[in-house]
Structures are given as C-alpha cells and as structure tokens.
C-alpha cells in the first residue's frame, strides 16, 4: 500500500544541519500518519517525529531541534535537523501507517518502512 524511500543523510560536523526527505507513495496525510526514526548501533530504535491528520509531534530528546513539515506537491515528508550532535549519528527510517496518527511516536502504531539513511555526526 505505500512505498516509502527516505534521502538526504550524510556526514557532517557537530552543530551543522541536515534536511532528510521521506517520498511517500501511497500516503495521505489527511487519513495516514507517517512517522521518523532513528536507530544507533546497539540500541532500540526510536521515534523521533510524526505527521498527519494535522497532528505533528516530535519527540522531547530532539523537540528544541528538529522539525518535521510536509511537501504537498511531491508527497514527501521532511525532517529538519539542526545543531546535530554525536549522538544523533543513527540510520533514519520514515514509517507508515495506513489510518490516522495514535500516538504517533510508538513504533507498533507503523507497518510500513523504508530502507533507511545514515547519519554520521563527527565532534
């Protein structure tokens, strides 16, 4: 039902920004939700932020730094990511699900996944 293909990882400094696009077919954010990820090495993965339904949310690890925002024209979901730091070096993953947004930021809530990106904050 979707297919999703997340882009825009990368290398950077501590401090710098990053933009990763999630295109989503298949998705409506009037009636799905779509949410990031992220896994480190060795740890769970986690939520980072989601979209739909005119609900969005981000997670409070991140909240004063990221943003997530919605691209009609080409159905592709964003999330912007400033002041990066060593610890948000993780492969970022968009995930769907085909009904509105429940508490957005649990993985269970998604079915649908991308492959993912890395991300690599050097200090």
Not at 27 to 35: A, I, K, N, T, V
Not at 53 to 73: K, L, N, W
């Amino acid at each position: 039902q979707f297919h999703l293909s997340e882009s825009g990882g990368g290398s950077v400094q501590a401090g710098g920004s990053l933009k990763l696009s999630c295109a989503a077919s298949g998705y409506d954010s009037q009636r799905h939700c779509l949410g990031w990820f992220r896994q480190a090495p060795g740890k769970e993965r986690e939520a980072v932020a989601y979209y739909g339904g005119g609900r969005t949310g981000v997670a409070a690890s991140v909240m004063d730094r990221f943003t997530i925002s919605q691209e009609r024209a080409n159905n592709t979901v964003m999330l912007q990511m400033n002041s990066l730091k060593p610890e948000d070096t993780a492969v970022y993953y968009c995930a769907a699900r085909a009904a509105y947004c429940y508490l957005g930021l649990s993985r269970d809530e998604y079915s649908y996944w991308g492959q993912g990106t890395q991300v690599t904050v050097s200090s």
